[in-house]
């Protein structure tokens, strides 16, 4: 599986949109990216796949650069419940398991 | 549906002592895993079953057992419980094919265990 790299922390003001970057320059052809997101040691939560396309759903939208070295995911309306540890992970489709890096903390302020 | 489970919520244990955690799953998903989550760390997976019968091991496997005798339930044993095993543990289980969806793994919600 590609490596990711995010930045470990982001804020964003409640109501603007957060954009959360992740870098996968290694990414093969047949790989995915995946976004997860942990509220407060709960389990993690799915949030949006891609391949290399753009991706939205009602959670939030995936914004996949074409060569597909990085991509970015948006939340629209950031809100306070919004604030978790969010994580960029890419995989083969069907793979065995997800590697979890150490993600992003986004806190979103009233 | 209630999704995937977990029990117990909490559990401290003594060095040596042994204990089963507790998963299952209702959506009748075929793909079952176990993570471990230690403090400001990633998950880290411990063992996976593809379906009934069928278990395969991941990152940490050392130190833990697994079984899957239905496709609801998921076990993980703890032979001889040692203080590097404290940690978060979440199961987790999603599809193997079919569907627009079929890669979302969904998690429990977690068992604390701590040991001295």
């Known amino acids: 599986d590609a490596k990711t790299t995010q930045p470990p922390s982001m804020d964003c003001a409640e109501g603007r949109a957060a954009n959360l970057p992740c870098n996968h320059s290694?990414?093969?052809?047949?790989?995915?990216v995946y976004w997860y997101r942990q509220i407060h040691s709960q389990g993690p939560q799915y949030i949006i796949h891609?391949?290399?396309n753009n991706e939205t759903n009602e959670m939030a939208s995936l914004i996949i650069t074409e060569d597909r070295k990085s991509s970015t995911l948006i939340l629209p309306h950031a809100t306070l419940r919004d604030t978790a540890v969010y994580y960029c992970i890419v995989r083969v489709q069907g793979a065995q398991k997800l590697v979890f890096g150490q993600g992003t903390r986004l806190t979103i302020n009233p | 549906n209630a999704g995937v489970t977990q029990t117990p919520k909490f559990q401290v244990l003594k060095t040596g002592q042994s204990m089963t955690l507790q998963c299952a799953q209702d959506?009748?998903?075929?793909?079952m895993s176990w993570y471990r989550q230690d403090p400001g760390m990633g998950l880290r997976l411990i063992h996976y079953s593809v379906g009934a019968g069928i278990t395969d091991q991941g990152e940490v496997p050392n130190g833990y057992n697994v079984s899957r005798s239905t496709t609801e339930d998921f076990p993980l044993r703890l032979l001889s419980a040692a203080p590097s095993q404290t940690s978060v543990y979440f199961c987790?289980?999603?599809?193997?094919?079919?569907?627009?969806?079929?890669?979302?793994?969904?998690f429990g919600p977690g068992t604390r265990l701590t040991v001295l």
């Open positions: 290694t990414i093969s052809g047949n790989e995915y």
């Open positions: 959506m009748n998903h075929e793909y």
């Open positions: 987790a289980s999603r599809r193997t094919s079919g569907g627009p969806f079929y890669n979302e793994q969904f």
């Open positions: 891609g391949l290399k």
